[in-house]
């Protein structure tokens, strides 16, 4: 009997405590604070050119500030101090939602080994938020009159971490491991255009003809074709006192890329913690300045972790998913920055299916959605809706049709296409981003309100590609990033001959004059023409459509307002340097 | 008792073989490959280099072909490289091992203290209040979605009430301390406990149950022996036996460990690996762990078997 009591009291008293625990610490005090939000956007300006006034978009920062009533949580009484947090104020955490896979730049792409890749190496030039081109291991770079030969000089103070001068020679090796047959580079295909680089990759050659060392300091290469846009020469550039000597076949598992701690850019490698993080130092001889934040730990975990990490102060930087933004605005001590996102969501329809291939159709699609409601919908305002490949100024015709919503003009076109009601269309999309997969079920309902049915398919990544490479699908939901130039882009989804396997155009697109116009624009150097040709092609696929543009997502990121000087770039995405384009200058206060 | 063991492990040897066979099968038949999974999604990669890529990792030769190459392989003791980051594959999973074993073997061993003497107290006090609260208690633990527990449990007491630090296995960016270590293991090895605990609790409470109907515990009570004697010595004992064997099963998952808490609270155990491995489609990665998982298995009831025979001696091997 007493024992029983006993528990049963012991119980009660304990649950009382845990439940007084919870309440004191969840009265908050309200308190006013100002919200700023960094936000880039586009607006349209008119200016007059040359007599005429043209409508042109600009893209703007704006500095958003609002005023908040936030509520301000008490501090809670630490009752378990246990170890004490080493210099808050001088090591930038940042948050990562996957692991590294990997830091060998010829074996992966993936999103997260390219974000500790660009702290630690550097490459020849690097993209301002417009897309153009600046000067970054290269001071400056010549071009021959007929576009094909480029010039670089590398900067006399670029030195890799161990003091070692960056040098012409280790272009020289990278590129070569990339065309190497035994080194099996994946991206093998960026660097097709030097002239040389298929003849030696096809071992016709010992050397490549179109890569020449004129000094320690100077290199050239030459295109194949000439293009308007050559970017082959942009790859991360390793080092030949470390690498040179080692054979194709040791190569992949040399140790030197299970912790590259010898590179050239802002930060060297000091370690990483499979699946937890990974640890950067300062490099105090880079060639922009020695970084002003000494240590910096990308933090790997899942978005509810990383952002609960956030509020705790275990985290400075972090991204936030746009269900979120709304409750993390209102945290004391972390402020917004929003960058514009780079790429589109896209639905692509596959244009060998014959009810799929009369274009009214395609635009029947494009109207019967509401696209701006979704975005606001799916991306709560962080949404942008797209009816071009990209973002970009530039290649941006100011006289796109807008395909505003009107699904009464969607039935009516699909009425004149002499569109079969029964026809079901399977609509496949890839896990993997959270907005997207809930756009399906929107897309689906707002095309069947016009008369199409649609079922859904969701796979993972991988699977889907396999399927949609071999044609198996009616729309596909997929996502592009862009970069600076459009050729890359369009030469890879929308030329003719780009179909699987030898590209993207799985949409299985032709078009003559889009293929014409793509080849004239790479050998276009006249920056107005070029421009012009762009424009014409945006017209086109505008018009016909062999993709539905969708929206691009904005980024947001989250962080403690202990950053100085935060201004993300449109590239951000993974937390690489992107997002921080002014590493070396952001301090941290306190 | 020799020749029994030696026949399980003869046994066992086939068995393995037809696991690692339709292991590889499975994973081979999963739409995608590696180099798919090495692009990144948004960026589009010619082509040229993915084909090089698969081409270097013999991706491109026939299933059965790359099967053999892999089994001899292994004869030699080599469990091959990670397509991924060609470590090899041997020392990923070895690397991760102490974590798992750290944080499943804590799991357990606090499951155990809690699940076994409420499940014997439960018994012994049949349809009372605390049976009743024990059992309603049970249930929800084993119901509950570790994935919720872990995050609720991260949000109460490591964001509001800041008892605990919310991931990963020491602080970031401090020197090692032991301390720091045992205070980040504690959150998550306790909500993995909770099933272990609940499930533990069950088993205890209805062995222990059928034990005390038992005639000669009757016995014992009429002998004049008092309650904790009866329980301790006679009754505790024989109840047990079922408990080992579940003990023994449980072999596979301490080395196992949990995917869903480990990716929680980032703790680099088996489980995370795991799940890198089948997102990558890591072939060699996934054949080692599905290996080593089935040792574990057969050794887990094989030390099931054994430690039964030892501590019940109506039990013999021949």
Not at chain 2, 46 to 55: D, L, S, T, V, Y
């Amino acid at each position: 009997m007493q024992s029983r009591k006993r528990i049963l009291i012991g119980w009660m008293a304990l649950v009382t405590l845990v439940t007084v625990l919870i309440a004191s610490c969840a009265t908050p005090t309200p308190v006013e604070k100002i919200v700023t939000q960094v936000v880039k956007e586009t607006v349209k300006e008119t200016v007059i050119v040359e007599g005429t006034p043209q409508v042109i978009e600009k893209e703007v920062t704006k500095v958003v500030k609002e005023t908040v009533v936030v509520e301000k949580e008490k501090e809670v009484e630490k009752l378990v101090e246990v170890t004490p947090v080493p210099e808050k104020g001088r090591i930038l955490r940042v948050g990562m939602w996957s692991s590294p896979q990997s830091f060998n730049p010829f074996v992966t792409t993936g999103g997260y080994s390219e974000a500790v890749m660009d702290y630690v190496y550097a490459t020849l030039t690097r993209s301002d938020d417009d897309g153009r081109r600046i000067p970054y291991l290269a001071e400056s770079w010549d071009i021959s009159d007929d576009g094909s030969e480029y010039t670089f000089h590398i900067r006399e103070d670029a030195v890799w971490h161990d003091g070692t001068p960056v040098t012409a020679r280790d272009f020289e090796m990278s590129l070569l491991l990339h065309g190497s047959p035994d080194v099996a580079s994946i991206r093998y295909g960026w660097r097709t255009n030097i002239k040389g680089m298929e003849a030696y990759n096809a071992g016709e050659a010992d050397s490549i003809e179109g890569l020449q060392i004129i000094d320690e300091k100077t290199i050239k290469f030459v295109q194949e074709e000439s293009h308007y846009s050559f970017y082959d020469y942009n790859y991360i550039v390793l080092p030949a006192h470390i690498l040179a000597d080692v054979s194709p076949a040791d190569l992949e598992g040399h140790p030197y890329f299970q912790a590259p701690t010898v590179g050239c850019g802002p930060y060297k490698f000091v370690g990483y913690e499979p699946d937890q993080y990974v640890e950067l130092e300062a490099f105090d001889d880079f060639f922009l300045g020695a970084p002003k934040i000494k240590r910096i730990i990308l933090r790997i975990g899942t978005q509810d972790v990383l952002l609960a990490q956030l509020q705790k102060d275990e985290l400075d930087v972090v991204l936030v998913p746009p269900a979120e933004v709304e409750r993390v605005k209102n945290l004391y001590d972390i402020s917004l920055a929003t960058a514009m996102g780079s790429g589109a969501q896209i639905i692509h329809v596959n244009l060998q299916k014959p009810y799929l291939q009369d274009k009214r159709v395609r635009q029947a699609i494009a109207y019967a959605l509401p696209r701006e409601d979704m975005a606001q919908a799916l991306y709560l305002g962080g949404g942008t809706v797209q009816n071009s490949p990209n973002n970009i100024g530039w290649a941006i015709p100011p006289d796109l049709n807008p395909y505003d919503y009107d699904p009464e003009k969607a039935k009516e076109l699909l009425a004149e296409a002499g569109w079969d009601s029964s026809t079901e269309l399977l609509l496949r999309y890839p896990t993997g981003n959270k907005p997207r997969e809930m756009s399906a079920p929107l897309i689906q309902s707002a095309l069947k309100e016009v008369g199409i049915e649609v079922e859904l398919q969701i796979s993972d990544f991988s699977a889907l590609l396999e399927d949609v490479k071999a044609g198996e699908y009616d729309l596909a939901l997929l996502g592009w990033m862009s970069y600076g130039d459009p050729d890359s882009h369009l030469t890879q989804v929308y030329l003719s001959e780009s179909t699987p396997p030898d590209g993207w155009n799985i949409m299985y697109y032709k078009n003559d004059t889009v293929d014409e116009l793509i080849r004239e624009g790479r050998v276009t150097f006249d920056q107005a023409q070029h421009e012009k040709i762009y424009q014409d092609i945006y017209r086109i696929l505008n018009d016909e459509l062999p993709v539905v543009y969708l929206w691009s997502e904005n980024q947001t990121f989250a962080y403690n307002n202990r950053i100085q000087g935060f201004s993300p770039s449109r590239y951000g995405g993974t937390m690489g340097r992107g997002a921080f384009p002014n590493i070396v200058e952001l301090t941290l206060s306190e | 008792m020799h020749r029994y063991i030696l026949q399980r492990v003869l046994t066992a040897i086939p068995i393995l073989f037809g696991v690692t066979f339709i292991t590889f099968l499975i994973i081979n038949a999963a739409p995608g490959d590696p180099v798919d999974m090495m692009i990144s999604p948004d960026n589009p990669l010619p082509p040229e280099g993915m084909r090089a890529r698969r081409e270097a990792l013999g991706l491109n030769k026939p299933l059965l072909v790359r099967y053999v190459l892999w089994l001899r392989e292994l004869f030699q003791g080599n469990l091959g490289y990670s397509l991924v980051n060609h470590e090899p594959v041997l020392a990923r999973i070895g690397r991760r091992l102490l974590p798992t074993v750290q944080l499943m073997g804590t799991s357990f061993l606090l499951g155990m203290i809690t699940g076994i003497p409420l499940g014997i107290l439960s018994a012994i006090r049949q349809y009372s209040p605390l049976d009743h609260l024990t059992t309603v208690l049970a249930f929800l633990g084993i119901s509950s979605p570790s994935f919720f527990v872990g995050l609720g449990a991260i949000y109460v007491l490591s964001l509001k009430l800041d008892l605990f630090p919310t991931a990963g296995m020491q602080t970031l960016g401090a020197s090692f301390s032991l301390i720091d270590c045992l205070h980040h293991l504690i959150l998550p090895a306790l909500i993995l406990s909770v099933g272990t605990t609940a499930s533990l609790m069950r088993y205890t409470r209805s062995s222990m149950l059928e034990v005390i109907a038992q005639d000669y515990i009757t016995t014992a009570q009429g002998k004049g022996l008092t309650g904790r004697q009866v329980v301790l010595r006679h009754a505790l004992r024989n109840a047990l036996l079922p408990v080992i064997t579940i003990l023994g099963l449980s072999l596979p998952g301490v080395f196992g460990g949990a995917m869903i808490t480990e990716q929680i609270f980032q703790w680099p155990g088996i489980g995370m690996l795991s799940i890198h491995a089948v997102t990558a489609r890591d072939y060699p990665v996934l054949m080692g762990l599905n290996l080593f998982s089935a040792i574990l298995v057969f050794v887990g009831n094989l030390l099931a078997d054994i430690g039964y025979a030892i501590a019940d001696p109506r039990i013999t091997y021949k």
